[in-house]
């Protein structure tokens, strides 16, 4: 007979192989953020979340990759996705800790994007003015 026996062939589709998978890329992930490599933490949390998308704990720690990358480069659209995962963690059935830290984290990130939103608007709104005097003839 060739290939693996049946009982092998089960055994690779169990869901508990894809679980520890999952956990795999979620434990890579948290080893880059250590190492402070957040792009790869990144890459490792949302492979975790492809791998188990019911998983709470990965997504507080793609929050946190997330916060580190808003931090980094102060790009509102990494605002946008920590929103996304903040909501979409809240909707796994996270223990208190972690929706306690979810929710946190999402009005955090709702105050930070609205203070974004102003400071454009009111740099916009500067850019439009004309200046009274000219400098020089």
């Not at 949302?46 to 102060?74: N, T």
Request: net charge negative; charged share 35%.
């Amino acid at each position: 007979m060739t290939g693996p026996a049946r009982s092998e062939r089960v055994m690779l589709r169990s869901p508990k192989r894809a679980t520890n998978m999952g956990n795999f890329d979620l434990e890579s992930g948290k080893r880059f953020m250590e190492e402070g490599d957040f792009v790869e933490g990144l890459r490792c949390f949302l492979a975790s979340i492809d791998q188990d998308p019911g998983d709470p704990e990965a997504y507080v720690e793609l929050f946190k990759a997330y916060h580190v990358a808003w931090e980094e480069s102060g790009d509102p659209l990494v605002l946008d996705q920590m929103r996304k995962v903040a909501l979409a963690g809240l909707k796994r059935e996270p223990r208190e800790d972690q929706r306690a830290f979810l929710k946190e984290g999402l009005d955090r990130t709702e105050e930070m994007i609205i203070a974004v939103q102003q400071a454009g608007e009111e740099a916009e709104h500067n850019s439009r003015k004309l200046p009274m005097f000219k400098d020089g003839p």
